[in-house]
């Protein structure tokens, strides 16, 4: 049978987290079908086997190792559901978030994707997440309070929520499946919107989130390294060959700026992970170029159409929203 919905959450040694979850999917109130996966990222404490033996309605697929956000595409391929909402495991939704989320996208046909505000678990009159911005230098950063107001938004990105799936049929994929981990909700945002289709944050759909659990299981400095690399990397595919040779060099400066800004505080570990990523940019040069040639085959709309939801209001700490710096 068809669904209007699919869940697909990711796992990796959290069982718990999951079922809980799993539960307030259950709890919704909701007038649409829908269905559940898990994908699980390689654990190694049986979360599949527990997940398996707590739900029998929930579909389980195991990875042999965590390839990261490339995971989310092994559900993906398996769903026939209208949408997908794609999100970690360490959430719970509230019960009327879905049927505003559908409705949503169901009244704006040139909207792609759409995202719940994000308030803390355990402090839930404080928003954790509350919509993204982004820089021309490709940096960006979150919202953790209300700056974007009460009513749907139209913003760069998000890494969550409520997607057509026959957009990312259109891409082949979800995330990149070459990035691992941050930064790819950067890029999505930005295919989406050359593929000529908007991102919106709809704070009156609520979910609730219990942290960041990457911060917790790497390395600080591998984030950094990553981050750098991915944002690096959609950069380059985004805009007409004009614009990018007119924005390398304030790209660059962000950069040397950071990485001075690192070696002042003496992080060095986030300097030497800031330069790993543009060497690795420069000697990947070729793998670069191929992801700029695949996005530039689904262009719809020129670079002013992307370059009107660039801010610099909060680079570099102007203002209070977390930044990915």
């Not at 987290?17 to 994908?39: C, G, L, P, Q, Y």
């Not at 965590?66 to 559900?75: F, L, R, S, V």
């Not at 941050?182 to 942290?211: N, T």
């Not at 070729?286 to 262009?299: F, S, T, Y």
Request: charged letters at 25%; hydrophobic letters at 45%.
């Amino acid at each position: 049978m068809k669904t209007k919905v699919s869940f697909v959450i990711l796992s990796h040694n959290d069982a718990g987290m999951v079922i809980s979850a799993v539960n307030s999917i259950k709890r919704m109130k909701t007038r649409h079908k829908f269905d559940i996966f898990v994908v699980d990222n390689g654990s190694k404490d049986r979360t599949p086997e527990k997940i398996k033996k707590k739900f029998n309605d929930v579909k389980v697929i195991e990875l042999p190792d965590n390839i990261g956000t490339a995971a989310y595409d092994a559900a993906i391929k398996k769903s026939n559901s209208e949408y997908i909402f794609f999100t970690g495991c360490d959430v719970e939704f509230k019960k009327d978030m879905l049927d505003m989320l559908v409705g949503f996208l169901d009244r704006n046909k040139a909207a792609a994707q759409v995202a719940p505000k994000y308030a803390d678990f355990y402090s839930r009159r404080k928003t954790d997440l509350g919509g993204t911005w982004l820089s021309r230098s490709f940096y960006s950063g979150t919202f953790k309070d209300d700056t974007l107001g009460k009513e749907a938004i139209e913003i760069p990105y998000i890494g969550t929520g409520l997607i057509r799936n026959s957009v990312i049929k259109k891409f082949g994929y979800l995330f990149d499946n070459g990035y691992f981990f941050y930064g790819e909700d950067v890029d999505l945002g930005m295919r989406i919107r050359l593929a000529g289709f908007k991102v919106y944050y709809m704070p009156s759909a609520i979910a609730y989130h219990r942290g960041s659990i990457s911060r917790k299981i790497h390395n600080p400095a591998f984030l950094t390294y990553l981050m750098e690399r991915n944002l690096l990397r959609t950069f380059f595919k985004v805009f007409s060959m004009k614009n990018l040779i007119l924005f390398i060099p304030y790209v660059m400066l962000a950069r040397a700026v950071a990485i001075a800004r690192d070696l002042l505080l003496l992080r060095f570990g986030g300097a030497f992970s800031r330069i790993k990523a543009i060497w690795w940019v420069i000697a990947n040069f070729n793998l670069v170029i191929e992801g700029r040639r695949e996005a530039q085959r689904i262009r719809k709309v020129g670079d002013n159409e992307i370059l009107k939801f660039f801010s610099e209001r909060y680079l570099f700490g102007i203002g209070s929203p977390a930044k990915s710096l």
